[in-house]
């Protein structure tokens, strides 16, 4: 993990705010997940650490002990049938750095890519055998178990293992700013994998209320072990690159030299000590400072993340709208609306910008989607939303009576630093017991540009029946800019 915060420029990316009934992951027992062998998992742990011992106890990015874990990386997934490519990193990275290391597997539809990642390298002071080795070898060992499985796959899998992570995140953001704008929307979820055997170790997760992070607690909740939002290492490993570039990420960490609280004592065993009390230090070594119990459970929950999104038979589209014809969309349905400007409308936006991107004038796909206030005026609060809240309703869906049902979507919210948290893009499902939000993202008092993500809620509970999406947004908080887009919104059954 990377130094400490107050060391860092970090780009702001909120939340997603999903209801616990909303969770899309699909119970554990019915998915055929293999394991993630822990023994694996320890053997490349300790070749990295013989690695280190023999090129002077460590495997910094631009050392020989690096150049050697790349080697054995590259050579254990070019052996079991991946296409593999040693990125240089051209810029940003520490000089003589070595390159990061893309792994791709063959199969799945190349424009719903699920990527895992950890970084490879150490700080100078030591061999990083938590701080990074257990990311790295349970990536490694996650890319062999589908290798060696070969399950059918409905979304393409990647792997990425980051050189100069410990100078500043240095490779992973240069290979997430090289992506073209075609690539990036391709990648739907980013895992990222820092430290995660710490030895007095919590089980935490980033973004945990994302969509994608709500499937990694399901498999923690799925054998009973509580986990927390990993803010200590927020913004500090190389999620951060692939937020900046507007991919959705979750991730695994089991704490770094933050203390464990009285209450995470309780919750998970272990002593009111720092969680890895050999952080940053020439004792993190294999074997004495991992945890086998905390290394294994990320395997597994790394395996149950893959599987549940990139395998199995593809979804069928039942229902979807990229907006490039006029298909019903209602504005103000209730007749509750209250903001003067800013109405939704489907439209073929313009750019707006005020201390960074604002209303994005490039779409998902196609030359339309839904806009709040599309036209760019003079200034870029011309047209923004102000007063209240407008609201876009679907035409009614017909949902199919079983399989699994998902509304997925792209969207963004951008504002100024005048916004707050009243202030919010909300996307909700009108059946016939009511309305029932299934997600919000509040706007803030810091600015926001916007930037497309990618959006999935399950709507099983719905089954059978008729159904609209309402599609909400707000500036409730004064005169603040906001701005909001949704585009290429499906409904899918599996």
């Not at 990647?158 to 100069?164: A, L, Q, S, Y």
């Not at 490039?324 to 609306?337: F, H, I, K, P, Y």
């Amino acid at each position: 993990m990377l130094r400490s915060l107050a060391a860092i420029t970090l780009t702001a990316v909120a939340t997603l705010v999903v209801p616990a009934t909303a969770t899309a992951a699909p119970a554990l027992a019915a998915l055929a997940i293999p394991d993630v062998s822990l023994a694996n998992q320890k053997a490349h742990m300790q070749q990295f650490q013989s690695i280190a011992t023999a090129n002077g106890g460590t495997r910094r990015s631009t050392t020989a002990g690096y150049t050697a874990s790349v080697n054995y990386v590259v050579n254990q997934l070019t052996a079991a049938g991946y296409t593999v490519v040693r990125q240089t990193c051209a810029s940003g990275c520490t000089s003589g750095a070595g390159p990061n290391v893309i792994a791709d597997w063959p199969g799945g539809d190349t424009n719903n890519v699920y990527m895992f990642g950890a970084h490879l390298d150490s700080v100078s002071a030591g061999p990083g055998i938590n701080d990074n080795a257990s990311g790295t070898a349970t990536v490694l060992e996650l890319a062999l178990t589908l290798a060696r499985t070969n399950p059918t796959l409905r979304n393409h899998v990647r792997f990425g293992f980051w050189t100069d992570e410990e100078q500043g995140l240095n490779g992973s953001e240069y290979y997430a700013n090289s992506l073209s704008s075609a690539d990036r929307s391709r990648i739907k979820g980013y895992f990222n994998f820092d430290m995660v055997g710490s030895i007095n170790g919590g089980y935490f997760i980033n973004r945990i209320t994302s969509s994608i992070g709500l499937v990694l607690k399901a498999y923690y909740d799925s054998i009973g072990v509580p986990t927390e939002e990993n803010t200590e290492g927020a913004g500090r490993s190389d999620d951060a690159s692939f937020n900046a570039i507007g991919v959705q990420t979750s991730g695994v960490a089991a704490g770094a030299s933050r203390v464990k609280t009285s209450s995470q004592v309780s919750k998970w065993g272990g002593t009111a000590t720092a969680f890895d009390p050999c952080y940053h230090r020439a004792c993190d070594t294999y074997p004495g400072n991992v945890s086998d119990t905390v290394v294994n459970r990320s395997g597994d929950a790394a395996a149950y993340a893959l599987w549940t999104l990139a395998t199995g038979t593809p979804a069928t589209v039942v229902w979807s709208d990229t907006f490039e014809a006029a298909t019903g969309w209602t504005t103000n349905a209730s007749g509750t609306d209250t903001a003067t400007t800013g109405a939704w409308e489907r439209a073929n936006p313009a750019d707006t910008t005020s201390s960074g991107a604002k209303q994005l004038g490039t779409t998902v796909s196609g030359s339309y989607d839904l806009s709040t206030g599309p036209l760019a005026g003079s200034a870029a609060g011309d047209h923004d939303i102000d007063g209240g809240t407008t609201s876009v309703r679907s035409p009614a869906i017909t949902l199919p009576g079983s399989g699994t049902l998902n509304l997925n979507l792209s969207w963004y919210l951008a504002h100024g630093s005048n916004s707050s948290t009243a202030d919010f893009l909300r996307v909700s499902i009108v059946h016939s017991g009511g309305t029932t939000a299934l997600f919000t993202q509040a706007g803030a008092a810091a600015n926001r540009n916007g930037s497309w993500a990618q959006g999935s809620w399950s709507v099983s509970a719905y089954a059978g029946q008729s159904v609209r999406i309402l599609i909400e947004a707000a500036d409730a908080s004064g005169a603040s800019l906001v701005e909001a887009g949704v585009d290429d919104v499906t409904i899918t059954q599996s």
